[in-house]
Antibody, heavy 125, light 106 residues
Framework: EVQLLESGGGLVQPGGSLRLSCAASGFTFSSYRMNWVRQAPGKGLEWVSDISSSSSTIYYGDSVKGRFTISRDNAKSSLYLQMNSLRAEDTAVYYCARAAAQYSSSYYYYYMDVWGKGTTVTVSS | DIQMTQSPSTLSASVGDRVTITCRASQSISSWLAWYQQKPGKAPKLLIY???SLESGVPSRFSGSGSGTEFTLTISSLQPDDFATYYC?????????FGQGTKVEI
């Protein structure tokens, strides 16, 4: 069964750090781009970061750029998100998601087809 | 950055209704669009990708259309399990932003 399982969430003080992990199983992890998406309480989905299969290309949303670092270990089928200088507005459920792609007419059409259940990060004093 | 705007924000409907949700992009995104369904306390679930391709296992009452800047998600006959929040997301360029969501309620 294809599965993603996040861990590492918790309560942290403003300015603190936290490292999230996402363990993948049931598919060839090293073949896929992977992403982090978050959802603040009662709010919509916010794309956070994307990393290519070989870690050669990485992208971040403006709200986390310079504070968060995405990484992966293909040997361990794991995705990570190092979060530093945390703020109250980073409080959210953090999901990892697989980015699949369909190649058509010379383009790759991406979409997030597998999601974890999420891990909750609370930034509060 | 490309902004995605969904309408309406909330939609009241009944079982059996035909429901249409619109997603507009601030610039052309060709067909680089996906639709997701999310229920309270659950992760999002992929419904549609490449604007109109139905994800495997998703009921055929769900359909997507559009290209460029205007897209629609249609539920042909609303079922009790369909009451949820729906999001669009573009993949044209980074950041891969989501629409603000459309809540479908009774």
């Amino acid at each position: 069964e294809v599965q993603l399982l996040e861990s590492g969430g918790g309560l942290v003080q403003p300015g603190g750090s936290l490292r999230l992990s996402c363990a993948a199983s049931g598919f060839t992890f090293s073949s896929y781009r992977m992403n982090w998406v978050r959802q603040a309480p009662g709010k919509g989905l916010e794309w956070v970061s994307d990393i290519s299969s070989s870690s050669s290309t990485i992208y971040y949303g403006d709200s986390v750029k310079g504070r968060f670092t995405i990484s992966r270990d293909n040997a361990k089928s794991s995705l990570y998100l190092q979060m530093n200088s945390l703020r109250a507005e980073d409080t959210a459920v953090y999901y990892c998601a697989r980015a699949a792609a369909q190649y058509s007419s010379s383009y790759y059409y991406y979409y997030m087809d597998v999601w974890g259940k999420g891990t909750t990060v609370t930034v509060s004093s | 950055d490309i902004q995605m705007t969904q309408s309406p924000s909330t939609l009241s409907a009944s079982v059996g209704d035909r429901v249409t949700i619109t997603c507009r992009a601030s610039q052309s995104i060709s067909s680089w669009l996906a639709w997701y369904q999310q229920k309270p306390g659950k992760a999002p679930k992929l419904l549609i990708y490449k604007a109109s391709s139905l994800e495997s296992g998703v009921p055929s009452r769900f359909s997507g259309s559009g290209s460029g800047t205007e897209f629609t998600l249609t539920i042909s006959s609303l079922q009790p399990d369909d009451f949820a929040t729906y999001y669009c997301q573009h993949f044209n360029s980074y950041p891969w932003t989501f629409g603000q969501g459309t809540k479908v309620e009774i």
